[in-house]
């Protein structure tokens, strides 16, 4: 299972994609032609036409009442379903709004206006609720000001949980929240054909990666059309007239006019055929999803920085092929970038897993694609005995794809079950394709896991059970029962096994029909805003199971917050608080009234607040349990932003833009913590590339396939801006070949270039900057004949070098200077001094592949004078790098055993053979918890950080022991982190470790 940081990350990237695809068939309702809100100029409405497109008459800053403005929205016939839809709106210093002109879009391009009251508020009467979720956009102005904000109207049809716990949505009055008034731009457009002013083309404007339709207009004879006021941020623009298409991207305020290039729409054709036989593949679904790019803003909020790659699944149409194996897609878009994804019984899916599939566009709209034929074949499970008698002759056993044994594809439903017969002992199934996982259920309930090998005609036996019932129980903090919570078993890869289900009046859910396993219970209370916990691990082997809940008292507190910026109490334009819910602001003295939820345990309580053009700041408010309100005052920081502006490379479409900060203590360019990846699409005027939330320090960006990095810059404290330029218009390639003694070493050799930000300040490192020379150093791989290919930058002097674990370059040839693209280069790698240490022990652990080794002259305190990657080869540990005579050596191999110190050792020439290695075990965490009778121990996360130079890192997914063990403690001061994995909570403190002794803690 993979750590929790990278799960976390993981699931907030999936949130992030499938709350695109969820809009996206909005998104298809907007791009119909209709009448839109704010139409100025040529593009304003005739005469006659409805009256919900044009502006509410009166002047801007009068302020109308909440009541007239009820009574200002179109009269529509009312349904027992109708909702208000309400909200506020402020200034940049968070001052009530007055008179601003408020506008509902809906789905559908229907606009409705009202003005805000007096303090700021308004109101929108939704006639009847929508049959599904609908996205709708607010927008807002006032003079030069605007503000803009999309959100969803709950439909009357619960949303799809797949499978997991979702409380019911609330189908009252929705509340939109507030609204900051924003400096505003109009953007000047201009539609052109062939050069041509395009006469009558109709302009839809989206803001930033939301798929909602804000705006529309129609070009005048000139081509022209002017949007009313915009926020600053990205705004993307569609044009579409007759058969032509075209796309364009601004940046508000900076870019005020932009020029739309219409191209004709184009048809595609693929054709798919068998791989074996050149046949036609008839009848398989095709489709073609848009891949978009989604750079990050400022304004990102929870989503971290960074480009989502999201897919517009269908965009370009989804259809089937003929007899001739073909799909015909008529009207695509030049501008878009289509995949094509195919789904057809009988063939191998495409694209394979780890595949983006082949791309569509106008240069290439007719691809042919080869896919294997998977022939379906009869499986026979032979029936072993088990708990119950094997189901009867001729019985029908129903097989179900078992939890985490296949993925679904957001939108589209779950595949079919399939059906097993009883004859002679063995349950047989026809049509089984490729490798197979399931659950089959008798007539009587009874269940068995099946499996079965790709290709194999026989699977392994099975054994039916009982299904297994899990008793779940759940009161409030004074016993009594809580009815209408939702209870959910899963496996320990968060699976669901089975349906939820709701707690009656008596506080009890039963979790029926159940395969007996190991399997994590989950609750999720009823109360507005609950979130789901844990209730505890079950072992369903042999069983039923009983679990009890006591959900925590949802008790609070009130209390102030004062935010100062620059001195002043003053509160942020827009800001996110995390941990507790604002009941009231007052923005002349910067004040936060605030309800928190008081925890069980502790005396203070942390919040944080995030803010656009601000560094995340959190404060710990004291905690008051006597009805008093506690207080805190939390200083924000402006935070810094680095606009790159990258010169592209000659020939080539795709960069990734990284950011790196400096780190001094360990003298690296390292990763900076918020931006999980670099950017590959502009999001910043005239194609630059920008970066936000940056503390003082010291950056530069690097293209990640060249390793080609800027100037470093400097950003002092209060500094708002700084800018680095990029130029990779000069990037060239240099080939050749790696020369090894035995072509078999081949697949450890690295080319490594002194370009790259890895390597800057100290070349030829291996590793990362936070465990250094647990991996080989970055740098480009040669084929298995030796050639290789790279990047630099001509006019710039680069040093090439081939890289070995245990082999040297060769001198002369081991290392080449370059200052521009080079063919034919040769770079070889010799027999050298290298050292050689047997670990029998380290030979023993699973997937072990290397260890890391710090090089010291004395004693092994401190940073390293260099690290070395030292791989396992054959028992042994072999590596190159320390010179003759005396030296050091700290040994880490990463986990189970702490790391070895080899002081004073002899270094020669050739070979030298440190014998046999004896590592111990070092001190060791065991983190006990306590197993209520009937469940089972939880899987818990265990993680030891030591800070101190050198660094050092263990940690541990348990497997469900009652007493979970991470050694591999060397003497020193760790971070300590531990608790369920399922569960989301941990525990972590600071602890003193002497290297012999263990440690005990009790998971709570």
């Not at 119909?32 to 100029?41: D, F, N």
């Not at 503000?147 to 797949?162: D, F, H, I, M």
């Not at 693929?270 to 848009?290: C, F, H, N, R, Y």
Request: net charge negative; glycine share 10%; with cysteine.
């Amino acid at each position: 299972m993979a750590r929790k940081p990278l799960l976390l990350a993981f699931l907030l990237i999936v949130l992030a994609i499938a709350g695109w695809l969820v809009a996206r068939e909005i998104r298809f309702q907007n791009s119909q032609p209709g009448s839109g809100p704010l139409l100025e100029g040529p593009a304003r409405q005739a005469a006659g036409e409805s009256e919900r497109t044009q502006p509410v008459a009166g002047p801007a800053r009068e302020p109308t009442a909440l009541e007239a403005s009820r009574a200002a929205q179109p009269t529509e016939e009312l349904t027992a379903s109708a909702f208000v839809l309400r909200g506020r709106i402020v200034d940049e210093r968070r001052l009530d709004a007055a008179g601003a002109e408020v506008r509902l879009v809906r789905a559908n391009g229907a606009t409705r206006s009202v003005r805000s009251d007096e303090s700021g508020r308004f109101e929108f009467t939704i006639p009847a609720r929508p049959l599904k979720w609908e996205s709708v956009a607010l927008w807002a102005l006032r003079d030069e000001n605007a503000a803009v904000r999309t959100l969803g109207l709950p439909g009357s049809e619960a949303p799809s949980s797949y499978g997991f716990l979702r409380a019911p949505t609330p189908l009252g009055d929705v509340d939109a929240g507030t609204l900051t008034l924003r400096q505003a731009q109009s953007l000047h457009i201009r539609v052109v054909d062939a050069g041509e002013p395009a006469v009558g083309a109709e302009v839809a404007l989206h803001l930033g990666v939301d798929p909602t339709v804000l705006w529309r207009g129609t070009s005048d004879a000139a081509g022209k059309l002017t949007s009313p006021a915009l926020p600053g941020g990205c705004a993307n623009l569609e044009a579409v007239r007759g058969g032509a298409e075209g796309r364009a991207r601004v940046f508000l305020p900076e870019e005020r006019e932009v020029r739309i290039e219409l191209a004709p729409r184009y048809e595609a054709l693929i054709t798919l055929v068998e791989k074996q036989s050149g046949a036609p593949i008839a009848g398989a679904v095709v489709g073609l999803d848009e891949t978009v790019q989604a750079p990050s803003s400022e304004n990102s909020k929870g989503m971290g920085f960074g480009e989502y790659i999201t897919m517009r699944k269908g965009a370009g149409g989804t259809t089937t092929t003929d007899a001739g194996g073909m799909a015909h897609f008529p009207n695509l878009s030049a501008s878009a970038d289509y995949r094509v994804q195919v789904r057809a019984p009988g063939v191998e899916s495409y694209p394979p897993q780890g595949s983006g599939g082949e791309r569509v566009g106008a240069a290439k709209p007719n691809l042919r694609i080869e896919l294997a034929r998977v022939e379906s074949r009869s499986v026979r499970w032979p029936i072993a005995a088990g708990e119950v008698p094997q189901p009867p002759e001729g019985a029908r056993i129903l097989l179900r794809p078992a939890p985490g044994s296949g993925r679904v594809s957001y939108g589209e439903p779950p595949p079919p079950p399939r059906e097993g017969v009883v004859r002679d002992g063995q349950v047989v199934a026809q049509a089984i394709e490729g490798r197979g996982f399931f659950l089959g259920t008798a007539p009587d309930g009874s269940i068995a896991r099946f499996f079965v090998d790709e290709k194999s005609e026989l699977g392994t036996a099975v054994s039916f059970r009982k299904p297994r019932t899990v008793e779940l129980y759940v009161h409030a903090g004074d016993l009594a029962p809580v009815a209408h919570a939702l209870a959910q078993a899963r496996n320990q890869g968060n699976n669901p096994l089975g349906e939820p289900a709701s707690t009656d009046a008596d506080g009890l859910a039963k979790l029926t029909g159940l395969y007996g396993e190991l399997a994590e219970v989950y609750v999720l209370g009823p109360t507005d805003g609950a979130r789901e916990v844990n209730a505890g691990s079950v072992n369903l082997e042999n069983g039923d199971a009983r679990v009890e809940l006591v959900l925590p008292a949802s008790a609070s507190m009130r209390a102030r917050l004062t935010v100062r910026i620059d001195g002043a109490a003053q509160l942020p334009p827009e800001y996110q608080l995390h941990s507790a819910k604002v009941l009231e602001e007052f923005p002349e003295r910067g004040e936060l009234l605030l309800e928190v939820a008081l925890p069980a345990t502790g005396t203070d309580v942390s919040l944080a607040i995030s803010s656009p053009g601000f560094l995340p700041a959190s404060v710990k408010l004291p905690i008051g349990r006597d009805g008093t309100e506690a207080r805190a005052v939390l200083e924000l920081t402006r935070s810094s932003m680095l606009t790159a502006i990258v010169t592209r490379p000659r020939n080539q479409d795709w960069v990734e833009i990284q950011i790196q900060s400096w780190n001094e203590a360990k003298r690296t360019w390292g990763r900076v913590p918020h931006y999980f990846n670099g950017l590959s699409t502009p999001n910043g005027p005239d194609g630059s590339f920008r970066f936000f939330q940056l503390a003082p320090g010291r950056y530069q960006v690097s293209d990640a396939r060249s390793k080609i990095a800027s100037e470093p810059v400097e950003i002092a404290a209060g500094q708002a801006e700084a800018s680095v330029a990029l130029d990779l218009d000069g990037v060239e390639w240099v080939s050749g070949r790696v020369e090894v003694p035995d072509p078999a070493e081949l697949s450890r050799v690295r080319v490594l270039s002194s370009a790259s930000p890895s390597s800057s300040g100290t070349p030829w490192r291996p590793g990362s900057s936070w465990l250094p020379g647990m991996a080989a150093p970055p740098g480009a791989y040669p084929s298995a004949d030796g050639s290789f290919k790279l990047q630099v930058k001509r006019g710039v002097s680069t040093t090439l070098r081939a890289w070995h674990p245990w082999l040297a370059p060769a001198d002369p040839g081991g290392e080449i200077v370059v200052d521009a693209g080079r063919e034919g280069v040769v770079l070889k790698l010799a027999s050298g001094d290298q050292v050689r240490l047997e670990v029998p022990q380290l030979a023993e652990l699973p997937s072990l592949a290397a260890a890391r080794v710090g090089l010291y002259e004395g004693p092994a305190k401190g940073e390293p004078r260099t690290w070395l990657h030292a791989p396992l080869v054959e028992g042994a540990l072999r590596f190159t790098g320390v010179p003759r005579g005396r030296a050091t050596l700290w040994i880490d191999a990463g986990r189970e055993y702490a790391p070895l110190v080899l002081t004073d050792v002899e270094i020669g020439a050739g070979l030298t053979d440190l014998g046999t290695a004896e590592f111990s075990r070092g001190s060791s965490l065991r983190i006990r918890q306590s197993v209520k009778e009937g469940q089972a121990a939880a899987r818990i996360y265990i993680s030891a950080q030591r800070e101190q130079a050198p660094a050092l890192f263990r940690d541990l997914n348990s497997n469900g022991e009652t007493t979970a063990v991470l050694s591999g403690l060397e003497a020193g001061t760790y971070r300590v982190s531990y608790g369920a994995i399922m569960d989301g909570k941990n525990s972590e403190r600071q602890l003193e470790i002497d290297g012999v002794s263990d440690v005990e803690l009790e998971l709570q």
